[in-house]
C-alpha cells in the first residue's frame, strides 16, 4: 500500500504553524485539534516539526518559561519526510529507525499531508483482518 492511498483514506488536512508562534500558542493548537505534533511553515514552505515530546523535554529544561518563547527554539529541522508514491513499508521502517512518530509527505516539496504512526498501525490491522477473513474463507470453503 502506498501513502497515497493512506491519505486518500484519512485525509490529507495537516495543522500548521508559524516558527514565530509561541510554545504556549502551540500547545493550545495541539489540543484544539487533538493532535500530537505539528508541521511549521513558513513562505518558503516545511521548516519544521514539533511534537508534545519536544515540549515536554525542553519544559524539564526551561520551566515555565518556556511556554512565552518560540517553537523555532524548540522544533525539529531536520525532518523526515515522504512522498505519496512511498510505501506504507518503507515509512514504518523510516519511522522505527528515525525514532518518530509523525511524517510529513510531500509532493514536489509542497506539503499534502502527514502520517503519524498511529495512520500505520490503522493500516497494518486492516490488512491483518482482510488476510484473515481470506484464510477464514479459504479454510471453509476448503
Known amino acids: 500500500m502506498r501513502i497515497a492511498d493512506v491519505l486518500r483514506n484519512k485525509g490529507?488536512?495537516?495543522?500548521?504553524?508559524?516558527?514565530?508562534?509561541?510554545?504556549?500558542?502551540?500547545?493550545?493548537?495541539?489540543?484544539?485539534?487533538?493532535?500530537g505534533a505539528m508541521v511549521m511553515v513558513s513562505t518558503d514552505g516545511l521548516v519544521g516539526i514539533v511534537s508534545e515530546r519536544d515540549v515536554v523535554r525542553k519544559l524539564h529544561e526551561c520551566g515555565a518559561d518556556l511556554?512565552?518563547?518560540?517553537?523555532?527554539?524548540?522544533?525539529?529541522?531536520?525532518?523526515?519526510?515522504?512522498?505519496?508514491?512511498?510505501?506504507?513499508?518503507?515509512?514504518?521502517?523510516?519511522?522505527?529507525?528515525?525514532?518518530?512518530?509523525?511524517?510529513?509527505?510531500?509532493?514536489?516539496?509542497?506539503?499534502?499531508?502527514i502520517v503519524s504512526i498511529g495512520d500505520i498501525v490503522k493500516v497494518r490491522m486492516e490488512e491483518l483482518e482482510r488476510e484473515q477473513r481470506a484464510l477464514q474463507d479459504y479454510i471453509t470453503r476448503g
Not at 77 to 104: E, G, W
Request: with cysteine; proline share 6%.
Open 12 to 35: 490529507n488536512a495537516v495543522a500548521t504553524i508559524t516558527p514565530e508562534t509561541s510554545v504556549s500558542g502551540l500547545l493550545n493548537e495541539l489540543a484544539l485539534h487533538n493532535i
Open 67 to 113: 511556554l512565552r518563547r518560540p517553537v523555532a527554539e524548540i522544533m525539529t529541522k531536520f525532518v523526515a519526510t515522504c512522498t505519496p508514491d512511498d510505501t506504507v513499508d518503507h515509512l514504518s521502517a523510516l519511522m522505527t529507525n528515525k525514532r518518530v512518530r509523525h511524517i510529513p509527505v510531500l509532493d514536489n516539496n509542497r506539503l499534502v499531508g
